[in-house]
Each structure stands twice: as structure tokens, then as C-alpha cells.
């Protein structure tokens, strides 16, 4: 059975939105007097969410329930005044979706980042493409790493989970994938690497957003051939 539909994260995956992410959370940390961190350390701390990402960017002696939402009702704040600063699609990813369209697939975002923020992300970053469904964090289902929502994408699509990619750049986006029966594919140019994707089931390994073409006939059980770059 042929792949019809394709999931994907969104930062690290469709868009590199790194510095504007860190930039927001420096800012608001800086502001209240607490030490802030190399923006490249912050790939590590997205993923899981906004509340984590405060949770962990804070000294671990200032992470009591009070200072946490704080920062988090800040750095929303200061994320929706600067979130486009900086952030754009990674080199490969107009060319792939543009293919992807052209060969039929359907489209979908599913990301941990607040929904109110992956909406306006793929409205006005990756406006070009009709997306079938984008589904950011919100009360309506819990976060990846559970399956529910890749589900639900499946569902609206019209779909099996076993004719969907998921791609992602994180191990939360491969335990995902494996937890909804979706073939999961990690994307080597984003925040965390080759370790982290294996560890957590990644059942196929890019180098460039392009390379996903190449998966679209592969059938349940075959196996890719993993690239040569560490």
C-alpha cells in the first residue's frame, strides 16, 4: 500500500524557528534577572512544548509552579510581538512540498508549539500550500509523544495510519509516529540528530527535505537504506 498522506512536525522539520524561539525565551528570562543560554542550546529544550521549554530553560532551583507559568505567560507575549523575526522555511522544504502536490499527497502540521502560534506559522511562512489539516497543542488532545492526535490527523484525512509519513525531526516525533502505526521518518537538518532519532524508532533517515520522494512506494516493512552522514 502506497503512502497518501504526510505528516509533519513543524519546527525543526518545516521551518527553522530556533532564534525566534530563543531570542523570546532569553528576553524573558533576562528580564528577570535569571541567566540565559547560547540560542544553539535551545535545540535541545524544544519540542515538548512551551511549558517544558520555560521549565527547562529556568535554573533548576526556579522551577516552582509560580515562576514557570510566569515566564510562559511572558513568553507568549513577547513570541507572538517577534516569532517572524527570523524564522523561515528550511533550504529543500518549497521544493518538496511543491512535489508533494504535484504527486497527490495529503498535507498535514501536527507540532507540540501552542496552536495558536502553528496556525499563524503555516498561514503566513508556508502559505503557498494548502495544508489538510494543521494541529498545534491545545486542550483538544494531549501532546506528543501520545498518539491521539496523529490519529485524529489520520481520521480527518481519511486515511490508515499505516498510508501516512511522519516526519520529524525529534525523537517525540518518532515515538509518535511508532505509537500511531505511521512510518516514521527523522529529518537529519533539524534541532536534534541521527542518536536521538534511532534511539526513539526512526524507520527512515533524510538528509534533505527532498528525500522524502523517495519513501512515498515503500510498502510496511521494507527497509531504507540509512544515509551515510553521522
Not at 498522506?5 to 513543524?10: H, P, S, V
Not at 498545534?136 to 480527518?156: N, V, W
Not at 527535505?209 to 510496511?220: A, D, F, M
Amino acid at each position: 500500500m502506497p503512502f497518501r498522506a504526510i505528516l509533519f512536525d513543524l519546527d525543526g522539520t518545516l521551518l527553522d524557528t530556533l532564534d525566534d524561539i530563543a531570542n523570546a525565551a532569553n528576553r524573558v528570562l533576562a528580564e528577570r534577572g535569571f541567566p540565559t543560554h547560547p540560542n544553539p542550546g535551545y535545540r535541545m529544550l524544544i519540542g515538548d512544548g512551551v511549558v517544558k521549554l520555560l521549565s527547562q530553560a529556568l535554573p533548576q532551583a526556579h522551577r516552582d509552579e509560580v515562576t514557570v507559568q510566569a515566564c510562559v505567560g511572558a513568553y507568549v507575549l513577547e513570541y507572538e510581538r517577534t516569532w517572524k523575526t527570523q524564522s523561515q522555511p528550511y533550504a529543500g522544504v518549497p521544493e518538496m512540498l511543491d512535489a508533494l502536490v504535484v504527486r497527490g499527497l495529503k498535507l498535514a502540521v501536527l507540532s507540540n508549539k501552542p496552536d495558536y502560534f502553528t496556525q499563524q506559522c503555516v498561514a503566513e511562512l508556508l502559505a503557498k500550500w494548502d495544508f489538510d489539516v494543521v494541529l498545534g497543542a491545545s486542550d483538544a488532545f494531549p501532546r506528543k509523544p501520545d498518539p491521539t492526535s496523529a490519529m485524529e490527523i489520520a481520521r480527518r484525512l481519511g486515511v490508515a495510519p499505516a498510508e501516512c509519513l511522519y516526519v520529524g525531526d525529534s525523537g517525540v516525533d518518532m515515538q509518535t509516529a511508532r505509537a500511531a502505526r505511521m512510518r516514521a521518518v527523522g529529518a537529519l537538518w533539524g534541532f536534534r540528530g541521527k542518536e536521538e532519532l534511532v534511539k526513539d524508532g526512526a524507520q527512515a533517515l533524510i538528509n534533505q527535505p527532498g528525500e522524502v520522494l523517495n519513501l512515498l512506494n515503500l510498502r510496511e516493512g521494507v527497509q531504507t537504506r540509512q544515509p551515510e552522514r553521522d
